[in-house]
Every structure is written in structure tokens, then in C-alpha cells.
């Protein structure tokens, strides 16, 4: 039933390790986003894939990757994580002519000690 | 100077109180004009959405547009408790451009 989902939920981790945050979407929209959200609550566009190809790539470390299997999912690789990488990690979708209307998903807040 | 500006908050009024969101922007190539919802721990959700200037009234909820002031507004009447969260205003020049977000007023409805 659930529109845009992401896992994990909660994910905490030292500096320096490798992880990735997956996300689905169900409503047969044709692009997908992830943003990131610091404390102060600045949501950021980080990446937008339309029908699994990348059309925006803000700028952002090469140590994020996204990557999207198929049109329903994209998923965030991150690298060698550092502590400034704490943050709300929000995936979105859109249909491809109503960007501006984002289902977001409920979030992924990522603790790097 | 940031493209979108938004006063943080937080914003505390009593319950039933006429409750006015603003945002400037710098951008004059924004043509879509949103307002999303955030509460405590969820994601955002699209609550009003319009296309250049003018005004759009749904339920308890007025979303203005002033282009030529480059000025938004958000009101809502009659305010309650379960309106209580962070309001972020967001705009886009559309096509395949970005959406740009304001980093969101916070709310709170004292019952």
C-alpha cells in the first residue's frame, strides 16, 4: 500500500564504511530524486533519474553513486562515509510532466560517528 | 544570497488563528510555486501547488503569488493543532529543472 518506500529506516555507522539506502516506488511515475536534508532542515536535491537515465547530478561528492535498476527503484551507494554526511536522506518520485508534484518517501536518517 | 529565503520559525499562534507563510525568491524564472508539509519525523507532502501569479484557495488553505514582488505567501484559517509541523515553500522555472525548496517555517497550534 505504501507509495514511496525506503530501507532501512534508521541506519548508524562509523566513519570510513560503505553504505547504501534503497528506494521503491508503486505509482508508476517515470522519475525519481533523492535529496538530503542537514539539521536545519535545507532540503537539497542531490540526484533525479528519469526512466533509469541520470538527468540531474547536483554537486555532490563522488562518493555518492546512485544507481537505478529500473524505473520503480533507485537506490544511494555512499563511500567512505564521513561525518558530514549525517543527514535526512529523502527519496522522491514525480510523474515525468508533473515534477513539481514529489511523493516523498519517510526518510532515512543516517548517523556517522 | 539564496534562491528561495524562508524565516525558520518557530512560529507559535493559539488554535484558531489565521496563520500567514511567506517566502521571497531571487529567481525570476520560477513559474510553479509549491507548499509542502512536513511533520515530525515524516517525508514532506505536496499540500498546495500553483502556477504563476494569483491566488488558489483549497479547504482552510489560501497559496498566493506576488511574481512581481517575488513574494509567496501561505495562509491558513482557522488553525488547529494537526496543523502543526514545517511549512516549505518550493518553485521551479519547470520543464526538467530542479525544484528548489525554502528550508521551512516551523508551525505550532497551541490548542
Known amino acids: 500500500d505504501t507509495a514511496v518506500s525506503q530501507t532501512p529506516k534508521y541506519l548508524v555507522t562509523q566513519m570510513g564504511n560503505d553504505k547504501s539506502i534503497k528506494c521503491e516506488q508503486n505509482l508508476g511515475h517515470d522519475t525519481m530524486y533523492w535529496y538530503k536534508q542537514d539539521s536545519k532542515k535545507f532540503l537539497k536535491i542531490m540526484f533525479s533519474?528519469?526512466?533509469?537515465?541520470?538527468?540531474i547530478n547536483e554537486t555532490v561528492p563522488n562518493r555518492f553513486s546512485p544507481k537505478s535498476p529500473d524505473k520503480a527503484h533507485l537506490n544511494l551507494h555512499i563511500n567512505s562515509l564521513e561525518l558530514g554526511d549525517s543527514a535526512v536522506y529523502f527519496c522522491?518520485?514525480?510523474?515525468?510532466?508533473?515534477?513539481?508534484?514529489?511523493?516523498f518517501g519517510p526518510g532515512t536518517r543516517l548517523t556517522v560517528l | 544570497q539564496k534562491e528561495v529565503e524562508q524565516d525558520p520559525g518557530p512560529l507559535s499562534v493559539p488554535e484558531g488563528a489565521i496563520v500567514s507563510l511567506n517566502c521571497t525568491y531571487s529567481?525570476?524564472?520560477?513559474?510553479?510555486f509549491m507548499w509542502y508539509r512536513q511533520y515530525s519525523r515524516k517525508g514532506p507532502e505536496l499540500l498546495m501547488y500553483?502556477?504563476?501569479?494569483g491566488n488558489k484557495e483549497d479547504g482552510r488553505f489560501t497559496a498566493q503569488v506576488d511574481k512581481s514582488s517575488k513574494y509567496i505567501s501561505l495562509f491558513i484559517r482557522d488553525s488547529q493543532p494537526s496543523d502543526s509541523a514545517t511549512y516549505l515553500c518550493?518553485?521551479?522555472?519547470?520543464?526538467?529543472?530542479?525544484?528548489?525548496f525554502g528550508t521551512g517555517t516551523k508551525l505550532q497550534v497551541i490548542p
Open positions: 518550493a518553485m521551479s522555472s519547470g520543464g526538467y529543472q530542479k525544484v528548489t
Open positions: 533519474y528519469n526512466n533509469k537515465e541520470l538527468i
Open positions: 500553483t502556477y504563476s501569479s
Open positions: 522522491a518520485s514525480t510523474r515525468e510532466y508533473q515534477r513539481n508534484e514529489q511523493f
Open positions: 529567481n525570476s524564472a520560477f513559474q510553479y
